[in-house]
T-cell receptor
């Protein structure tokens, strides 16, 4: 158990819909990362937050947004969903800004029908 | 975009044999990390090697890093059936905003008893 929790575990929705994925980082970790894993793109970094502020952006679509709240949990919002958004979405956390190892949650499997 | 490639894409060995996986990357790095993923579950950190280190050991794992060739290898000695998983190398590029991991495509290891 990494100490990172993600909800829900599975999500099935239709094209055009909007969903919210939730992540609680390991106790004390200030950095939260979101990654997407799909068969064709592999593991892709989406976005990083540190202590409530956006720190870095990766291959995140404009239809996707995220935030980190004062209690450090984070949410990833995916809107106008397309079939190609079906993937595993992972949240990870690390203690601070130093480039250290990351602790991954179990992921949310999103299926867009 | 992904940092590099793992080689081989898939590897099948018998219990007790050694498994070697290679990883190449494209840009200067702060550190390189190896993660394991069991069939679509969360990633587990295995080992981190900094750019000024050449070799690191952890239990049955040995990692080497050659920054001149931009490559790394992961050796698992005396493999067990429980080592069956996908293995990913991930880099933290130098001079990037944030500390996100950039993953390779992974090697799928199958260890049969």
């Amino acid at each position: 158990d990494s100490g990172v929790t993600q909800t829900p575990k599975h999500l099935i929705t239709a094209t055009g819909q909007r969903v919210t994925l939730r992540c609680s980082p390991r106790s004390g970790d200030l950095s939260v990362y979101w990654y997407q894993q799909s068969l064709d793109q592999g593991l892709q970094f989406l976005i990083q937050y540190y202590n409530g502020e956006e720190r870095a952006k990766g291959n995140i679509l404009e239809r996707f947004s995220a935030q980190q709240f004062p209690d450090l949990h984070s949410e990833l919002n995916l809107s106008s969903l397309e079939l190609g958004d079906s993937a595993l979405y992972f949240c990870a956390s690390s203690p601070g800004l130093a480039p250290s190892k990351q602790f991954f949650g179990p992921g949310t499997r999103l299926t867009v029908l | 975009s992904q940092q590099g490639e793992e080689d081989p894409q898939a590897l099948s060995i018998q219990e007790g044999e050694n498994a070697t996986m290679n990883c190449s990357y494209k840009t200067s790095i702060n550190n390189l990390q190896w993660y394991r993923q069991n069939s679509g579950r969360g990633l587990v950190h295995l080992i981190l090697i900094r750019s000024n280190e050449r070799e690191k050991h952890s239990g049955r794992l040995r990692v080497t890093l050659d920054t001149s060739k931009k490559s790394s290898s992961l050796l698992i000695t005396a493999s067990r059936a429980a080592d069956t998983a996908s293995y990913f190398c991930a880099t933290v590029p130098a001079n990037q905003a944030g500390t996100a991991l950039i993953f390779g495509k992974g090697t799928t290891l199958s260890v049969s008893s």
